[in-house]
């Protein structure tokens, strides 16, 4: 089986898949104004297109899946997607993201299709600054969720909140997400704001390095730990005090790029080989048929020789991605 490899040696099994831009959040780094169709945009993949795309990444060494939107459980056949990536023969994790709006109402299918892993994203633990950065009041009802979930025995929770100065960024949110944690036995982590095309002046004003949790954890004696082979980019940290990990996803850190294990399809079939790449390829007209898989792996495994060996985030290079939304974050 032939491997997803660039020309720095880097090895690919994770595939962050994304299956709708339409979200029903309004988060102030995304889509402040909500999701907007553009008209005559092209449809998203369907169903059969996806089932040929992944049985084509699981032939080129991809062992783990994500699934993410914009909000993937908008899509009404969002269950049945997810039974067919488990039904590939090399995918042996399959995951998703939400930002949990009816996670207490799917939890049950969520468990029945043994998904391996749910990160929710929960910006912050105080409910009003969770609607003012969201645009809705739901966070009783996502926190509401994880405990059902973790009543039916599902383990691999993760929640994700991007650090946004003056909002959730000081001592006391740091302490409340520690608390939540312990008690939960479950992970979080902490995302730097990252600039994207759409969002420059709410990047100024909101931005704060990833180095001021990462001085708390240090205060407070949390030890960085070793990242799997498939595992997205966090630093992990663990302490003997707590039953949760805290994580920190750094995209402006030296070496960020130098352990990337992950590449990208949009929800309308374009291979990214970076968040914030310029460069980009449609599979989509290699999708329709399960007999154009031989002319798609090869397309798939010429791009790879187009991966560049880091982004340029700290020149202010956002590359093609306009809002998170619309790459699957």
Request: with cysteine; charged share 25%; net charge positive.
């Amino acid at each position: 089986m032939e491997k997803l490899r660039d020309n720095f040696g880097r090895t690919f099994p994770y595939i962050r898949l994304s299956i709708t831009d339409v979200c029903n959040f309004k988060c102030g780094y995304c889509l402040p104004n909500g999701y907007f169709k553009p008209s005559n945009a092209p449809g998203f993949l369907n169903i059969d297109e996806i089932n040929n795309l992944v049985e084509a990444l699981s032939c080129l060494g991809v062992s783990k899946i994500r699934i993410t939107g914009g909000e993937p459980t908008v899509r009404k056949d969002f269950f049945d997607i997810i039974k067919i990536v488990k039904n590939k023969k090399n995918i042996h994790n399959v995951v998703i993201t939400t930002n949990g709006y009816k996670l207490n109402k799917i939890a049950d299918q969520i468990v029945d299709n043994k998904i391996n892993g749910v990160n929710i994203s929960i910006d912050s633990l105080n409910a009003e600054t969770f609607r003012k950065v969201t645009g809705h009041d739901r966070l009783n009802q996502i926190l509401e969720g994880i405990d059902v979930l973790q009543k039916k025995g599902f383990k691999n929770i993760k929640v994700n909140a991007v650090l946004l100065k003056g909002i959730n960024d000081n001592e006391r949110d740091f302490d409340q997400w520690s608390e939540f944690i312990n008690k939960k036995k479950i992970d979080f982590r902490y995302i730097e704001l990252m600039q994207t095309g759409d969002n420059l002046n709410y990047f100024k004003k909101y931005h704060v390095p990833s180095s001021v949790f990462k001085d708390y954890l240090n205060r407070n004696k949390w030890n960085s730990i070793d990242r799997v082979s498939d595992a997205g980019p966090s630093i992990n940290y663990v302490s003997p005090n707590s039953n949760g990990k805290f994580g920190i996803i750094a995209p402006y850190s030296r070496d960020f790029c130098k352990s990337c294990n992950r590449l990208r399809i949009t929800a309308k079939g374009e291979l990214r080989l970076c968040l914030f790449g310029n460069t980009g390829v449609n599979l989509r007209p290699l999708l329709k048929n399960s007999s154009q898989k031989k002319e798609l792996l090869n397309l798939i495994l010429t791009q790879l020789r187009f991966k560049k060996e880091s982004h340029y985030l700290e020149i202010g290079d956002t590359g093609a991605t306009p809002h998170l939304a619309s790459i699957g974050g």
